[in-house]
């Protein structure tokens, strides 16, 4: 199962901040915060991850909470190419047998 | 340009036989897996594998098979015990536990 909760949909104006809001109130402490995107029919492209400081590169920044049970990935300037299935998924570091479990992500709409 | 390469992109076969996926990576990467994606749903693992000659099953591995004979391949045979075998399939890779996942663009399966 999932151990993240996402909303299903949101729309962003081009040009505007996209905030997308993920829930993960069961991590646990060696558990890292990935994000994905998924535009129609190819395969996943990352974005960026973080432990608890709040990280940014070239495409987004990744605010997470102190508590680490919620996490927000900001576009900045959100242009019409951002227009994909975002997934926020958690991942345990450094144990053996585990693998990335996807949800079913939000699909960002973003409009001129 | 290093990556990960699905094909073919596109798969037809009739029910009841076997079909396998190809995966090939150049990225020297130890961790492959193997997620299947269906219309409007998340990712789901299949199976994974983090070195050579070693795989473990993933959330849906029935019906499903694979082999990891050599670093950069891992094939996956989806056979005739898979009850319903048309959809997205996707093969990605990492570095390690704490890497973030490398997508292939997909291989859609369809079985009639």
């Known amino acids: 199962d999932a151990k993240t909760t996402q909303p299903t949909s949101m729309d962003c104006a081009e040009g505007r901040a996209a905030n997308l809001p993920c829930n993960h109130s069961?991590?646990?402490?060696?558990?890292?915060v990935y994000w994905y995107r998924q535009i129609h029919s190819q395969g996943p492209q990352y974005i960026i991850h973080g432990l608890k400081n709040n990280e940014t590169n070239e495409m987004a920044s990744l605010i997470i909470t102190e508590d680490r049970k919620s996490s927000t990935l900001i576009l900045p300037h959100a242009t019409l190419r951002d227009t994909a299935v975002y997934y926020c998924i958690v991942r345990v570091a450094n144990q053996a047998g585990t693998a990335l479990i996807f949800g079913k992500g939000t699909t960002l709409s973003v409009s001129s | 340009d290093g990556g990960i390469t699905q094909s073919p992109k596109y798969l037809f076969r009739k029910e009841g036989q076997n079909v396998t996926l190809s995966c090939e990576q150049n990225?020297?990467?130890?961790?492959m897996y193997w997620y299947r994606q269906d219309p409007g749903q998340g990712l789901r693992l299949i199976y994974y594998s983090q070195i050579v000659n070693d795989f473990q099953k993933g959330d849906i591995a029935e019906g499903y098979s694979v082999s990891r004979e050599k670093k950069e391949s891992f094939p996956l045979t989806v056979t005739s015990a898979q009850k319903n075998p048309t959809a997205f399939y996707l093969c990605?890779?990492?570095?390690?536990?704490?890497?973030?996942?490398?997508f292939g663009n997909g291989t859609r399966l369809t079985v009639t």
């Open positions: 069961t991590i646990s402490g060696n558990e890292y």
């Open positions: 990225l020297n990467h130890d961790a």
């Open positions: 990605a890779s990492s570095q390690s536990y704490n890497s973030p996942l490398h």
